[in-house]
């Protein structure tokens, strides 16, 4: 084992990365070649891996996947690759030769992969949202920020034309200064049962232990967690809201300048013991900026089957709503904006000789390969941009726990005021043997 890695041990569960990272933006040559690893190899990894290997200077060293099906996938597909079952094993014997990493993995392992990537000194591509809990994407944010890491979230639809224009038209004030705007998923990433009884045989070759990584320990299930179905869980996923809000709330985060919310109130059900609830609707309140009127700014999120009111779809003019986008209302006008879809523009006669402008789109992924050369511009997803907005959402998940109360957040302390049980969810303590130095 080499000087720099001498001090990373592997202590049964327990993580012990210390903290190395590297102290300047971009120090790699542009005539360099980029070792990447990746922590995941199939699903949505295997999509951002794919993405990031297409950039000319990336070199796919290794890859971590927990799956022993998945595995054989990732071995036939990334030839040259070492694919590990234990991402902290790939991290002890790769870390000293990698530049950078992407972790798109379920939501409950972003925080401590991700941080323990980082603190190797590794430039981090972080899948949506940027981690499980509150707390974690803050640190995670203020950690790259610090140590002067790129750091790229996987909202790649920020970078695409249709979202680019969307926030350009805002900016522009074709509509007029911002008075409310409400976003929307007829996603329904939930369970209204409690979690079976039973327990399942655990397949060969998967570390289920390691699969729950830092949350709470629980039976295996064949088919309730792993692949497909965590998104649904509390411990492991962030329901509907986390899945799709980052990317549908990101064009108005955006457009809108926002950052941390005043306030938080969901008027939808709230989830059960185990599992996330259905049609979510969640109002926030946002404080004014540039591009708003008034002194404040509400902010509405609906999924499932919770609809927009009549007044708001009556401005769209007998349009029909997509399954998934906002509606930005101006002082001037009203913009729809569909996931994903080129912006329309309300009153029709009022636009009738309006031209959109359409703003070039940029690869997600190769941006934040670009940053790390220096032959680009900090990725426009950084954590410093995309953290706030996975705060923003998370809290809202936060907010369907506690139903028709008006939740009032402290950004400055991570702390809902007067209510120290919803406080109590901002954060979490990591399972023994899985805390990472900063985290849990």
Known sequence: ???????????????????????????????????????????????????????????????????????????????????????????????????????????????????????????????????????????????????RLISQMGIQIHSSKQYRTAVQLVHDGVIGKIKEAHSFSGKRWGDSNPKPSEEDPIPAGLDWDAWIGPAPYTKYLKGYYHPSQWRKRLDYGTGTFGDMGCHIYDPTFKALGLTYPISLRSEGPKPNQDNWGFDAKIHYLFPSTPYSKGDSLPVTWYDGSAKLPQEVISLLEGNKLPGQGSVIIGTKGTMLLPHVGMPSLFPKKDFSEFKIKEVDGSNHWHEFVDAILGEGPMPSANFSYSGPLSETVLLGGIATRFPKETLVWDSANLSFKGNPKATSLVSKSYRKGWEVKGLG
């Open 1 to 147: 084992m080499n000087t720099r890695r001498k001090h990373l041990k592997i202590l049964g569960g327990s993580i012990a990365f210390p903290y190395l990272a590297k102290s300047s933006w971009a120090q790699s040559s542009p005539n360099q070649t980029l070792n990447h690893a990746s922590f995941g190899g199939a699903g949505m990894a295997g999509s951002d891996l794919g993405q990031i290997k297409s950039h000319p200077k990336i070199r796919v060293r290794a890859i971590a996947e927990i799956d022993p099906v998945r595995r054989k996938q990732c071995e036939q597909r990334f030839k040259d690759a070492k694919v590990y079952a234990d991402w902290r094993e790939m991290l002890d014997r790769e870390g000293e030769n990698l530049d950078c990493v992407n972790v798109s993995t379920p939501d409950h392992m972003h925080a401590c992969m991700g941080m323990s990537a980082m603190q190797m000194g590794l430039h981090l591509y972080g899948q949506k949202p940027l981690t499980h809990d509150v707390a974690e994407s803050r640190i995670l944010a203020e950690y790259a920020k610090k140590n």
